[in-house]
């Protein structure tokens, strides 16, 4: 199981939320690259970088930040937030991240998402699937909407997509533990892709739970900069 750490931005910085509520707001570095290469030099390979203020804008804000990270180290970054338009997919791709993680644009308008499919090629996207109540929440989770988790996923593995994310708001950025049953249902119902978890991993044992679940990966933030676990211990379990 692939370990993927995270960094969330606003207005430049690297923070953290709690439950997706951008009134709490805990800044953690004011300088996202010294975060990012904390990660790389610890030994990891990927990165998870979110842009909450494009996601509530609705449009790419802090590509500056992903430019000067693709840039400057050599980790494979998936970017998401506020990808909305062909010009916002364009610059995530010209700014150096190697994928773009999609949620609401996937949701609200499934035939524009199918175009950037094509135009970019599939598998330049990770499919975001933010869930609350077994329901997906889109716009940076501002928004509800009813659709069901499972039939999410199963159309879109029949566009093609097999790499995606899902984050169980009610446990991100709590340290309480991760989706378990969850993320076992969705392994056990939608075959043939590559699930990450993420939200409320507090531990190894958190960690080796999700990969006895058979995820492919999983992303770790809060616990990182809360000091629950270390770099070396992701980079330990990440090699073994």
């Keep these: 199981m692939e370990i993927i750490p995270a960094i969330d931005i606003i207005e430049g910085k690297a923070v953290r939320l709690s439950k997706g509520d951008y009134t709490q707001k805990k800044v953690y570095n004011e300088h996202p690259l010294e975060v990012a290469r904390q990660f790389e030099d610890a030994g990891l390979k990927r990165l998870h970088l979110v842009d909450l203020d494009g996601a509530k804008a609705g449009r790419v804000a802090n590509w500056k930040v992903l ?10 970054i998936d970017f998401s937030g506020g ?5 916002d997919v364009q610059i995530t791709f010209d700014s150096g991240a190697a994928y773009a993680a999609v949620g ?3 949701v609200k308008k499934p035939v524009v998402f199918q175009d950037w499919l094509t135009a970019f090629g599939v598998e330049k996207f990770i499919l975001g699937a933010d869930v609350l109540d077994e329901k997906i929440m889109i716009k940076g989770w501002t928004e509800a909407t009813e659709i069901n988790i499972f039939n999410f996923l199963k159309h879109y593995r029949t566009k093609g997509i097999r790499q995606f994310f899902c984050t169980d708001i009610s446990k991100d950025g709590l340290l309480q533990g991760s ?11 939608v075959t ?3 699930l990450i978890a993420s939200g409320g991993v507090s531990s190894l044992q958190d960690l080796e739970n999700l ?7 999983a992303i770790v933030g809060k616990a990182i900069y809360e000091g629950r676990i270390s770099l070396k211990e992701l980079t330990i379990f990440n090699n073994s």
């Design 67 to 76: 430019e000067v990270i693709a840039g400057k180290t050599s980790l494979v």
């Design 83 to 87: 990808i909305s338009s062909e010009k």
């Design 104 to 106: 609401s644009m996937a």
């Design 179 to 189: 989706s378990d049953e969850l993320y076992k249902k969705i392994v056990d119902e």
């Design 192 to 194: 043939d892709l590559k």
């Design 211 to 217: 990969q006895a679940i058979g995820c492919y990966g």
